[in-house]
């Protein structure tokens, strides 16, 4: 039931681009993205409702496909500030989120 | 606004202690998450509430761990006895309704049993 993401980490030159997946074996209701620098909390990113829609946050920005129970995030000319664990949380019916296991991003100077 | 309060932010205790993690959540907030964050599994969902009320404890890992929900501000996650595998990063967190709204998490409590 646990989400799958890949890659597992990612080490980029600042200004770089990046894509994390995130794919469910169930139907999805919705996707959330939150992301964790080391010793803090997860912080959210955005949601991503059924439908297919694609969201943008700055220079982060997320896709969902329902059909293929997949969302991917995409970072665009990453910056240091980028730098941490991303989660994907999946919401198979409207109320608990499963996290996956987190992609590792490093961003480098 | 003041976002979601958990204490202690750290706590080390001997095997075989009771363990009580505290929170309160973001006022207004009806829904409330607990979850335990290790390097091996990752966030993990304990048990979450609605309006005070428990509705999914699937993820207690066994009965050595209870939580309570009392009223709307606060919430307690108690382990007893504890174990060193127990040892993690508890993290609470609310919502303002129980789906598509982004979960407000606590700085955690860094629990080590010895």
């Known amino acids: 039931q646990q989400p799958v993401q890949s890659p597992q980490a990612v080490i980029l030159r600042e200004g770089e681009d990046a894509v994390i997946n995130c794919s469910s074996s169930?139907?999805?209701?919705?996707v959330h993205w939150y992301r964790q620098k080391h010793g803090e909390a997860p912080v959210f990113l955005m949601i991503?409702?059924?439908?297919?829609e694609q969201k943008g946050h700055e220079k982060i920005s997320a896709s969902f496909n329902e059909k293929k129970q997949q969302s991917s995030l995409y970072l665009t000319a990453s910056q240091l500030s980028y730098s941490g664990t991303y989660f994907c949380g999946t919401e198979i019916r409207d109320d608990k989120i499963i996290f996956g296991k987190g992609t590792r991003l490093h961003i480098l100077p | 606004d003041a976002g979601v309060i958990q204490s202690p932010r750290h706590e080390v205790t001997e095997m075989g202690q009771e363990v009580t993690l505290r929170c309160k959540p973001i006022s207004g907030h009806n829904s409330l998450f607990w979850y335990r964050q290790t390097m091996m599994r990752g966030l993990e969902l304990l048990i979450y509430f609605n309006n005070n009320v428990p509705i999914d404890d699937s993820g207690m890992p066994e009965d050595r761990f209870s939580a309570k929900m009392p009223n709307a501000s606060f919430s307690t996650l108690k382990i007893q006895p504890s174990e060193p595998r127990d040892s993690a990063v508890y993290f609470c967190?609310?919502?303002?309704?129980?789906?598509?709204?982004?979960?407000?998490f606590g700085d955690g409590t860094r629990l080590s049993i010895l």
């Open positions: 967190a609310s919502t303002p309704a129980r789906s598509n709204q982004p979960q407000h």
């Open positions: 991503l409702l059924k439908g297919g």
């Open positions: 169930k139907a999805l209701y919705s």
